[in-house]
């Protein structure tokens, strides 16, 4: 594997909504962002032949989405009232408004998501918020994929959200036999399915406005990598209650 990297830095203020603590008061960062993009193989002809990509193009799509943010003020939206928005635009003050907690793992995301809009082969993203304290959103995050059979929305039959409206993925594979399963056609290892990764499962979650998340199958604990894929819809600003079934 081939690994580009560089690095672009911006200062901010920001606060965080709702927190406990210093980072509550209006403050300012000095962040850095490291992002790397990867290929196989490097190209083969043209301008970019034995390059993974032209070292500018990546080095100057990072700079221009930081300096976007560079000498702002990030708040979350609905964090501020109207008239204190208003009142900071009308004193001229540079204001960036995002529909997330401006925190150093939204800003990895963001990052990741903007340079992927671009058509960069992102590998990861680190973001610092101070010279110690970074956040790495790895790759294995977006290139892991799950062997997903089917996906719906219905009403939970059981457990402690019985009544509730819910969202069900269902995974490939079970390593047992019970005579009252009626889902024994998704437990053969090959079973059609669509391989769908944590970023792409949490896009169709957003889609329908689900709070409540059943893992199922077959076994989905048999799912490799399945931790990473909890962890991810337990971590989104959904506040989903994850429930895994078997």
């Given at each position: ?28 960062h ?51 009232k ?20 401006p ?30 304290n ?6 294995g995050f ?18 402690q ?9 269902r995974?490939r ?25 944590a ?8 889609e ?5 998340v ?7 604990l ?6 990473p ?17 078997f």
């Amino acid at each position: 594997m081939y690994i580009l990297e560089t690095e672009q830095s911006f200062d901010s203020a920001h606060f965080l909504s709702g927190y406990e603590g210093k980072c509550s008061n209006l403050h300012g960062h000095r962040w850095r962002v490291v992002a790397r993009i990867a290929m196989d193989e490097l190209n083969k002809e043209g301008q970019t032949r034995d390059m993974v990509i032209d070292f500018g193009d990546f080095k100057n799509a990072l700079k221009k989405l930081t300096d976007a943010l560079d000498h702002s003020f990030i708040f979350e939206t609905g964090s501020l009232k109207e008239r204190t928005v208003a009142a900071l635009k009308d004193e001229g003050f540079l204001l960036h408004e995002v529909p997330f907690r401006p925190t150093a793992e939204q800003f990895s995301r963001y990052f990741y998501e903007q340079l992927k809009g671009l058509n960069f082969p992102v590998y990861d993203i680190s973001v610092y918020e101070t010279p110690t304290n970074l956040f790495h959103l790895p790759g294995g995050f977006f290139m892991i994929t799950y062997p997903v059979v089917e996906k719906f929305v219905s009403i939970n039959g059981e457990g402690q959200k019985a009544g509730k409206i819910a969202a069900f993925i269902r995974m490939r594979g079970c390593n047992l036999a019970c005579n009252y399963c009626d889902t024994s056609w998704a437990n053969t290892k090959d079973c059609p399915c669509e391989f769908l990764s944590a970023e792409e499962l949490i896009t169709w979650l957003k889609e329908h406005s689900i709070e409540n998340v059943t893992l199922t199958g077959g076994e989905p604990l048999l799912t490799e990598e399945i931790a990473p894929l909890i962890e991810a819809l337990g971590s989104t600003d959904l506040n989903l209650l994850v429930d895994v079934r078997f």
